[in-house]
Nanobody
Framework: QVRVVESGGGLVQAGGSLRLSCAAS????????MGWYRQAPGKQRELVGT???????IYADSVKGRFTISRDNAKNTVSLQMNRLQPEDTGVYYC?????????WGQGTQVTVSS
């Protein structure tokens, strides 16, 4: 069993930055991919980006060049650095982790970008 907990959300003005963190605990040795998703009000959850255990990353086109995912395998943590935030980045951001073929999700953290 893996427990995933996000932190670092908040309110920021357009053009600003936020850094989200996510920690996976429990039976966490051997976690494979970790990722970030977001869900805006009234919309479906969408991929923000993922990072493999070797550090390879994938980003949604909408965040490329603005967001950066990094990872500390020793601590089973993943971070999402968000720069040049826009109102359309507003939503609940979720972290997930893949362990032995199963995905584990956090409860989410709210990010609100004001115009």
């Amino acid at each position: 069993q893996v427990r995933v907990v996000e932190s670092g959300g908040g309110l920021v003005q357009a053009g600003g930055s936020l850094r989200l963190s996510c920690a996976a605990s429990g039976s966490s040795v051997g976690i494979n991919v970790m990722g970030w998703y977001r869900q805006a009000p009234g919309k479906q959850r969408e991929l923000v980006g993922t990072i493999g255990s070797g550090g390879s990353t994938i980003y949604a086109d909408s965040v490329k060049g603005r967001f950066t995912i990094s990872r500390d395998n020793a601590k089973n943590t993943v971070s999402l650095q968000m720069n040049r935030l826009q109102p359309e980045d507003t939503g609940v951001y979720y972290c997930n982790a893949n362990y032995r073929g199963r995905w584990y999700w956090g409860q989410g953290t709210q990010v609100t970008v004001s115009s």
